[in-house]
């Protein structure tokens, strides 16, 4: 059955980066696209961007841009997503999901286990 | 971008007793497809959130027939008929009819 696999949990500090993967299985990777949300401790979903496993398009929250970016690698049906210049305030659970469809609204069906970020001096 | 607005935020219910959520959205999510943007996610204590109902009232493949979705425009509904003790968790109402996706603050549902 489809199934979203996401990296292990990282410790950064201030202003380093960091890169979350999210292999996917099961279904045609490349038809469909992947949106990436997070979850700060104790508080609500964050919706973070978008991307077209198909033909890489992406759309970013605003307040993100400029620090995030998103790539998928059809050869390993796997997306990533980097963020920069870590700031405590994004320490989180950072979810990948599955959007059943070529473009970006379309309910989230599947969801990742989710990848624990820490930042902290 | 738009407000999700969900109403209440907890919500302590008996085994077999109905349970009802209410999201309202600042602008209507009715797209020119005819499509309604509006789902529901259910995040049991420490795991992802799981899709429950999209546009407005599909449920998803394998929820049971106990969660039901209405509402059209701008206010909507989650409804379970009679809850279980495997409903406990936080309900989020999320919409997509525009950038940036925006989820409703959460519900969350104790069993009493």
């Known amino acids: 059955q489809a199934q979203l696999v996401q990296s292990g949990a990282e410790v950064k500090k201030p202003g380093a980066s960091v890169r979350v993967s999210c292999k996917a299985s099961?279904?045609?990777?490349?038809?469909?696209?992947i949106t990436w949300v997070r979850q700060a401790p104790g508080q609500g979903l964050e919706w973070m961007g978008w991307?077209?496993?198909?033909?890489?398009?992406?759309n970013y929250a605003q307040r993100l841009q400029g620090r995030v970016i998103m790539t998928t690698d059809t050869s390993t049906t796997a997306a990533y997503m980097e963020l920069r210049s870590l700031r405590s305030d994004d320490t989180a659970v950072y979810y990948c999901?599955?959007?059943?469809?070529?473009?970006?609204?379309?309910?989230?069906?599947?969801w990742g286990q989710g990848t624990m970020v820490t930042v902290s001096s | 971008d738009i407000v999700m607005t969900q109403t209440p935020l907890s919500l302590s219910v008996t085994p077999g007793q109905p349970a009802s959520i209410s999201c309202k959205s600042s602008?209507?999510?009715?797209?020119?497809?005819?499509?309604?943007?509006l789902c529901w996610y259910l995040q049991k204590p420490g795991q992802s959130p799981q899709l429950l109902i999209y546009e407005v009232s599909s449920r998803f493949s394998g929820v049971p027939d106990r969660f039901s979705g209405s509402g059209s425009g701008t206010d909507f509904t989650l409804k379970i008929s009679r809850v279980e003790a495997e409903d406990v968790g936080v309900y989020y109402c999320m919409q997509s009819i525009q950038l940036p996706l925006t989820f409703g603050g959460g519900t969350k549902v104790e069993i009493k």
């Open positions: 602008q209507s999510l009715l797209h020119s497809d005819g499509k309604t943007y």
């Open positions: 991307i077209s496993a198909h033909t890489g398009d992406t």
């Open positions: 999901a599955r959007v059943p469809s070529s473009g970006w609204r379309d309910a989230l069906d599947i």
């Open positions: 099961g279904y045609s990777f490349s038809s469909y696209g």
